[in-house]
């Protein structure tokens, strides 16, 4: 019903940049947040960053100052921008979007992109 897909992940130096981009696309009637979570081998999934459609955001402690998260110019897309990447900021980035389904009533579902590698080399 509604499809997720995410790009930007690469290999980069500690120090380095790097954008993550987001595309949802489906039935969807509302998005009501979109957000960042990474996985690394070994650790549980966390949060990075969240957007709301209200444009709130929040941040993981260990990324604040250093990544922003933003909507994209077009609709339904977000953006992950990344400075100051330290290796252990490599992980899975996996996209994340809250949606109101259409003719689907107010419930609400998570729906998760595939995932795209950021590695970051020291």
């Known amino acids: 019903q509604v499809q997720l897909v995410e790009s930007g992940g690469a290999l980069v130096q500690a120090g380095g940049s790097l954008r993550l981009s987001c595309a949802a696309s489906?039935?969807?009637?509302?998005?009501?947040?979109m957000g960042w979570y990474r996985q690394a081998p070994g650790k549980q999934r966390e949060l990075v960053a969240r957007i709301t459609s209200g444009t709130i955001t929040n941040y993981a402690d260990s990324v604040k100052g250093r990544f922003t998260i933003s909507r994209g110019n077009v609709k339904n897309t977000v953006n992950l921008q990344m400075n100051s990447l330290k290796p252990e900021d490599t992980a899975v980035y996996y996209c994340n979007a809250n949606v109101q389904i259409m003719g689907g009533g107010p419930g609400r579902y998570d729906y998760w992109g595939q995932g795209t590698q950021v590695t970051v080399s020291s």
């Open positions: 489906g039935s969807i009637f509302i998005i009501n947040a």
